[in-house]
């Protein structure tokens, strides 16, 4: 399974981002996609993931301000960041977990939020 992730950058405090996470590879159907972050020191953290065909789940500290969507074809996952803040700094990775338990990951995406 390979998973592309992109959209990252250099954003102000305020400012908006899209990630996009587009993956292939799986013969077994992806129930739950989802977005985590890293930190500098800090330890990889849930932002937010989908599951099914919409329930989704948000960390509060994005509530608000972050919507994680897919698309029809349920081979790509995508989060609209908005009102960026500086503790919103991290490489960004999308996971997605197959309907057999397999959980892949995406190489990351630098966000980082700064004046």
């Known amino acids: 399974v390979q998973l592309q992730a992109s959209g990252g950058g250099l954003v102000q405090p305020g400012g908006s981002l899209r990630l996009s996470c587009e993956f292939s590879?799986?013969?077994?159907?992806?129930?739950?996609m989802g977005w985590y972050r890293q930190a500098p020191g800090k330890q990889r953290e849930l932002v937010a993931n989908?599951?099914?065909?919409?329930?989704?789940n948000y960390a509060d500290f994005v509530k608000g301000r972050f919507t994680i969507s897919k698309n029809n074809a349920e081979n790509g996952v995508y989060l609209q960041m908005s009102s960026l803040k500086p503790e919103d700094t991290a490489v960004y990775y999308c996971?997605?977990?197959?309907?057999?338990?397999?959980?892949?990951w995406g190489q990351g995406t630098q966000v980082t939020v700064s004046s």
């Open positions: 989908i599951i099914g065909r919409s329930t989704t």
């Open positions: 590879g799986s013969t077994f159907s992806i129930p739950i």
């Open positions: 996971n997605i977990r197959t309907q057999i338990g397999g959980s892949y």
